[in-house]
Structure formats: C-alpha cells, structure tokens
Nanobody, 115 residues
C-alpha cells in the first residue's frame, strides 16, 4: 500500500501561482512514476502531468508552458508549480503514484482561481 498526502491548494487570483506538493509513504519500492491529475467542477478527471523516476515528464497539452512537474526520488515526493493560473484551472487536484502492483491516489487538494 502507498499513502499519498497532498498540500498547497487554495484560492488564487487569475494570473497568480501556486505550488502543490505530494509525499508518498508506505510500500514505495515498486514506485516508478508519480503524477498530478485534476477534476474540474462537473467534469471528469484529466491528466495534468506525470514524472518518471528517470525524470521523464509528460504534460497535457493545455498545461504545457504554465505548469511544471518535478520530483524528489529520495523523498518519494512530487511537486506541481502552476503559473499564470486561469479560472478554468479551478479543480480538485489529485496526486497519483504508479507502482508495479497498481496506481494509488491522494485525497485531492482544491484549487480555486477567482478574483
């Protein structure tokens, strides 16, 4: 089992920035990638970005250039730096951990972009 703890969500004005953090605990030996997904109000969960243990990253097209994912293998942590936030970025953001025995999800942290 892998447990994920997210932090860093909140209310931000359009054009502002936020940094989300997620730390994994528990059985992390088989962990090979981590990532962020989000669920906007009334919509399905969608990919934001993922990062593999070798540093390789994958972004949803709409996030490229504004969001940056980074990781710390030693801490089994993943971060998401979000810049130039827009109201349409409002969502619950979920941390994910990909292991050889399954995918784990955090509880989610809410990000609201509003003036």
């Amino acid at each position: 089992q892998v447990q994920l703890a997210e932090s860093g969500g909140g209310l931000v004005q359009p054009g502002g920035s936020l940094r989300l953090s997620c730390a994994a605990s528990g059985s992390r030996l088989s962990l090979y990638a981590m990532g962020w997904y989000r669920r906007p109000p009334g919509k399905q969960r969608e990919l934001v970005a993922t990062i593999a243990n070798d540093g390789g990253t994958n972004y949803a097209n709409s996030m490229k250039g504004r969001f940056t994912i980074s990781g710390d293998n030693a801490k089994s942590a993943v971060y998401l730096q979000m810049n130039s936030l827009k109201p349409e970025d409002t969502a619950v953001y979920f941390c994910s951990a990909f292991t050889s025995h399954g995918t784990y999800w955090g509880q989610g942290t809410r990000v609201t972009v509003s003036s």
